[in-house]
């Protein structure tokens, strides 16, 4: 049920949201040098590996590391980026990972190849074994601005709580954490 409302919502939300998709697009293109789309390996199902769709809100060799990670990350950050991040724009491109199958719409956000705590961690519990999310319970409790530990945590709850209910919870702070520009 799950991976057909996944599907159903992606699909829907790429057709709406086209126009806009296009104008992000644009202005990405035209305010810094290098591609629009910005593909990155994070990690999926099982811990395999998969390419992540954003649209481009870094400079062209920015490291990759999480964001928290990197030391004066805003001098990385591209002026419409900024933008785009805050109000997670940039996320939008990932509507086709959900329908390809390597995300969902709601799960936990799926780690860098490089972040071998993270991983181990979920390892561990047993979070890898969900489809990760476009957004998730750690993202709407505090996204960067939390520590690893405390978003295992907050995964491991939502791996111990998987319902429509909380899928539905999570997308409804989702949308008040975007219009706030929240984390």
């Not at 998709?21 to 099982?46: H, K, M, W, Y």
């Not at 811990?47 to 928290?68: H, I, L, N, Q, S």
């Not at 601005?145 to 709850?157: A, F, M, R, S, W």
């Not at 791996?159 to 899928?167: K, R, Y």
């Amino acid at each position: 049920m799950k991976r057909l409302f996944d599907i159903f919502s992606a699909t829907i939300a790429l057709i709406i949201l086209s126009p806009l998709l296009a104008i992000i697009a644009i202005l990405v293109e035209f305010t810094s040098n290098g591609p629009v789309l910005f593909c990155q390996r994070r990690v999926g199902v099982d811990d395999k590996e998969f390419m992540m769709y954003k649209f481009r809100t870094m400079v062209v060799g920015t490291p990759e590391v999480a964001t928290d990670r990197l030391v004066n990350s805003g001098r990385y950050i591209t002026k419409v980026g900024y933008y785009l991040r805050r109000y997670s724009l940039d996320e939008l491109p990932q509507l086709l990972n959900i329908i390809k199958g390597d995300m969902s719409v709601v799960g936990p956000r799926p780690a860098l190849y490089n972040q071998h705590d993270l991983r181990q961690m979920r390892n561990e519990l047993g979070i890898s074994k969900i489809r990760p999310g476009l957004t998730g319970w750690a993202q709407v409790n505090g996204r960067d601005e939390i520590p690893v530990q405390t978003k295992v945590e907050l995964d491991y709850y939502y791996l111990n709580n998987l319902s429509g209910c909380m899928d539905a919870k999570i997308l409804f702070r989702t949308v008040s954490c975007i219009f706030i520009g929240n984390g």
